[in-house]
């Protein structure tokens, strides 16, 4: 049983992720009347936050950064292992707050309903074998060393959806400026992703290289692209979310 403190849109998605691969999960909220909307419309089981025993048990803390100090007072004992999904918030601030045997830092994506997040992980390596089969059921995973890199594939990984939503945009929007249906449009861009989907594991240059051929309309597009800035931009999206407030 793994309990997730917190009812947003990524405690959705890895719940319903988990519930694909047969995990069996609980929710644990504040609000009664959200945590009867949890269990009526997620249909899984929920706890009352005030007073809840994390002991000896897997916590999964989805909650919202800021309110880390205020659900930390209500948790009591100590958890077998606290996997926090908390952007920015660091394993010595999660030790302040919250008891537990061992920490870990996980970043999933909104995919992992559909099983198919890309989730980053880092922590305490004496539970590194069970943090990458739990979050292998939700996705892809990777264990890094560091925090710091962890902060940096937090915006590869997480953030990552919202930068590819908008290319995805900006090529559906191409399409009906050249005359499709705005439906025909997201129908090509859904299945281009899925496409390179299936490839990416190549270098990107490969897939590149592939399909890129002399005096082609795909080399005027990339030749528009770098004059545009695009790769640059994408960078600076990559590096600007590492700057600190």
């Given at each position: ?157 997480g953030s990552g959806p919202a930068f590819l939503a908008l290319v995805a945009e900006g090529l559906a929007d ?72």
């Amino acid at each position: 049983m793994v309990y997730v403190i917190g009812y947003g849109a990524m405690a959705k998605a890895i719940v319903d992720g988990f519930k694909r691969q047969e995990i069996e999960v609980t929710i644990v909220g504040r609000s009664k009347k959200r945590l009867q909307e949890v269990r009526n419309e997620w249909g899984v089981p929920t706890l009352d936050l005030h007073g809840f025993s994390i002991h000896d048990r897997d916590i999964i803390l989805a909650i919202k950064p800021h309110a880390l100090p205020e659900v930390a007072q209500w948790l009591q004992g100590e958890a077998r292992v606290l996997y926090s999904i908390l952007a920015g918030v660091s394993l010595h601030t999660l030790k302040e707050h919250i008891t537990a045997a061992n920490y870990v830092r996980a970043m999933p994506n909104v995919a992992a309903a559909q099983g198919a997040s890309m989730t980053a992980l880092t922590g305490d390596e004496e539970v590194k074998t069970a943090a990458l089969e739990l979050f292998g059921a939700i996705g892809d995973t990777i264990w890094l060393e560091s925090e710091e890199k962890l902060e940096i594939a937090t915006l590869i990984a997480g953030s990552g959806p919202a930068f590819l939503a908008l290319v995805a945009e900006g090529l559906a929007d191409g399409g009906v400026a050249g005359g499709l249906k705005r439906g025909e449009a997201y129908r090509l861009v859904a299945g281009l992703f899925r496409s390179y989907a299936s490839i990416a594991d190549q270098l990107p240059a490969t897939i590149k290289d592939q399909v890129m051929s002399p005096k082609g309309v795909t080399a005027k597009g990339i030749r528009t692209l770098e004059n545009t800035g695009v790769r640059g931009a994408f960078m600076e999206a990559v590096l600007e979310g590492l700057k600190k407030e």
